[in-house]
């Protein structure tokens, strides 16, 4: 699992304005929306193909090119922060199939020793996955990484292996990115900002606050 940072400077910016404490509920979630399709903009260049196509223009035949494989990309939305993140997403990946699953951090139990929290697990729906597929797991934060590894092993579970598989989030704490890449090796980890550490709540510092509680309100 290597970590890559998504260094568009309108991630950065977008990133920069949502985690400000005075964005409100509406230009935080149309942030998560933007940064979701920046996401998606920057994975299309950076792991996917193009090919040769004929178009034919008003005026002449010529060679134009396509991006491949768009019809074998999977979405998998972590309830519930993800949900406008993944909504940006989908305008990258227009024809992308999509799984849902509600993964929580039973914040009563708290952090253990090694620094991971008990993961309820809701409702999961996954569509199945095919072997050329590029699954992208979506969830703004990434802080234990407790949840991430719960919802990977729902995701992987029983399926076949995909081509590539993505997790992607805003903000992460090394913590999170250590603990996926070291249990999920094949994971390429992509993320805006890694930030300076957990605090004793698991909280990600600066971060961006409670990113499910600041989008839906
Ligand atoms: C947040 C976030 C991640 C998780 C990250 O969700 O959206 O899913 O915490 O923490 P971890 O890496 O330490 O597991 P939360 O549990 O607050 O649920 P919510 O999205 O429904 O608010």
Redesign the pocket.
Known sequence: GNASLLTHALARDTLSRIRDVSTSQVSFRKGLVKLGRIAGYEIIDGAMETEYVPVETPLTEMTGERVTGMDDVVIIN?????TPFVEGLLKAFPRARQGVI????D?EAGMDDDGE?P?TIDYVKLPTIREEDTVIVA??????????CVVLDHVLNDQPKPADLFVLSAVS?PD?LIRVGEQFPEADLLTVAIDDY?DEN?YIVPGLG????RA?G
């Open positions: 972590v309830l519930r922060a993800a509600s993964a929580g951090r914040e929290f993961i969830d703004p934060m990434l802080a234990t990484g407790s949840t991430m704490a999170g957990l698991g409670d990113a499910g509680d839906f």
